[in-house]
């Protein structure tokens, strides 16, 4: 019966303790409420929302960041581009100019030469209408 009674207490005070801690908690929880509606919980609902902002800004800046110095090596890589091409532009305009020096020259060695037999060819027309 001894142990009966001191299970009996027990459990009466550990209801009595859970009705405290029930109760306890509903106070946090009204006094929580209670700041939230404060002027210094509506700062500090402004804190945390104005904390988020900052952690998303910082986010873009650090996104806008990599993207720009993606852009800049883009832009380094064609402008080397640029300048390889400009070169080699040069190159081949010269290599363009020789050759149609070239082409001119072996254009007026044919022409001279087509002059050469047309005028064989009228000569020989001459001697062949002189002939009886």
């Not at 019966?1 to 009705?19: I, N, T």
């Not at 998303?56 to 640029?82: F, G, P, W, Y």
């Given at each position: ?19 405290k801690l029930d109760l306890k908690q509903h106070e946090l929880a009204l006094f929580k409420d209670q700041i ?97």
């Open positions: 019966m001894a142990e009966l009674e001191a299970v009996k207490k027990v459990a009466k005070k550990h209801l009595e303790l859970r009705q939230a509606k404060s002027p210094y919980g509506q700062v500090l609902e402004q804190l945390e929302k104005t904390k988020t902002q900052i952690g998303e800004s910082q986010q873009v800046i650090d996104s806008s960041e990599t993207r720009l110095k993606e852009a800049n090596e883009r832009c380094k890589q064609l402008e080397k581009e640029m300048t390889e091409l400009s070169t080699n532009r040069g190159d081949k305009l010269a290599k363009m100019k020789k050759n149609l020096e070239k082409l001119k020259t072996e254009l007026a060695n044919a022409t001279k030469a087509f002059k050469k037999r047309q005028q064989e060819i009228q000569t020989l027309q001459l001697e062949i209408g002189e002939l009886p």
